[in-house]
């Protein structure tokens, strides 16, 4: 007596099945918790009028190499929370002032909370991200034929921080996004970044 056997068309729609229904649920389950990452990017700074050097020097604008460490929570696909450390850097340039040259450089560093909003689009998502920037910034100024500092500026304070960009997950779990950030300071005039980020989704 032969024993019966399943049409390998179905035992195939089967398992096509079943495999889509256990992507479906890992997804959902992907769809909020916690997540981690980092990024690098391009930060760009523009002082018009930097205070205290008597107008000798009338405008900076340069730009470095930025990263960050972040850490956030997907409250459900289109909300979510994130804290991230921020390292914008240390752009420096010549400048030419008063029949003379020198160098400056720019260092500001600080922590940023956001709250995200994202729009999904099948495996892409939108975004935009708006927090407070806590910082510390120091700028520093020398004359060539002088020598050493002689303008040197430190201080501290928070800035409003918003930003738009493009994400897609991979396998579920790997996150890539692409950024612009602007920084509303009242220390420099006009300050920007561009971020190409990379995130695990637990």
Same mark, same amino acid.
């Given at each position: 007596?032969?024993?019966?056997?399943?049409?390998?068309?179905?035992?195939?729609?089967?398992?096509?099945?079943?495999?889509?229904?256990?992507?479906?649920?890992?997804?959902?389950?992907?769809?909020?918790?916690?997540?981690?990452?980092?990024?690098?990017?391009?930060?760009?700074?523009?002082?018009?009028?930097?205070?205290?050097?008597?107008?000798?020097?009338?405008?900076?604008?340069?730009?470095?190499?930025?990263?960050?460490?972040?850490? !956030?929570?997907? %409250?459900?696909?289109?909300? @979510?929370? $994130?804290?991230?450390?921020?390292?914008? =850097?240390?752009?420096?340039?010549?400048?030419e002032a008063n029949g003379s040259s020198g160098d400056y450089q720019i260092?500001?560093?600080?922590?940023?909370?956001?709250?995200?909003?994202?729009?999904?689009?099948?495996?892409?998502?939108?975004?935009?991200?708006?927090g407070y920037y806590f910082y510390d910034v120091d700028v520093t100024a020398?004359?060539?034929?002088?020598? !050493?500092?002689? %303008?040197?500026?430190?201080? @501290?304070? $928070?800035?409003?921080?918003?930003?738009? =960009?493009v994400g897609a997950t991979f396998f579920e779990h790997l996150h890539a996004?692409?950024?612009?950030?602007?920084?509303?300071?009242?220390?420099?005039?006009?300050?920007?970044?561009?971020?190409?980020?990379?995130?695990?989704?637990?």
């Amino acid at each position: 007596m032969s024993r019966p056997s399943m049409n390998p068309l179905l035992a195939t729609a089967t398992l096509f099945a079943l495999t889509g229904t256990w992507t479906a649920a890992a997804h959902a389950e992907n769809e909020k918790g916690f997540y981690v990452g980092g990024g690098v990017g391009q930060f760009n700074v523009q002082i018009d009028d930097v205070d205290d050097t008597d107008e000798a020097i009338e405008r900076l604008d340069d730009d470095d190499t930025s990263w960050k460490l972040f850490a !956030g929570y997907r %409250f459900n696909p289109y909300i @979510s929370v $994130e804290a991230a450390y921020i390292d914008f =850097g240390g752009p420096s340039d010549t400048f030419e002032a008063n029949g003379s040259s020198g160098d400056y450089q720019i260092e500001l560093s600080g922590f940023a909370p956001y709250v995200i909003g994202t729009l999904p689009l099948g495996p892409v998502e939108l975004f935009a991200k708006a927090g407070y920037y806590f910082y510390d910034v120091d700028v520093t100024a020398d004359f060539d034929d002088l020598g !050493g500092d002689v %303008f040197s500026s430190s201080d @501290s304070g $928070e800035d409003f921080l918003y930003g738009v =960009g493009v994400g897609a997950t991979f396998f579920e779990h790997l996150h890539a996004r692409l950024e612009y950030e602007k920084i509303d300071s009242n220390d420099v005039d006009d300050a920007d970044a561009i971020w190409l980020s990379g995130a695990w989704r637990f």
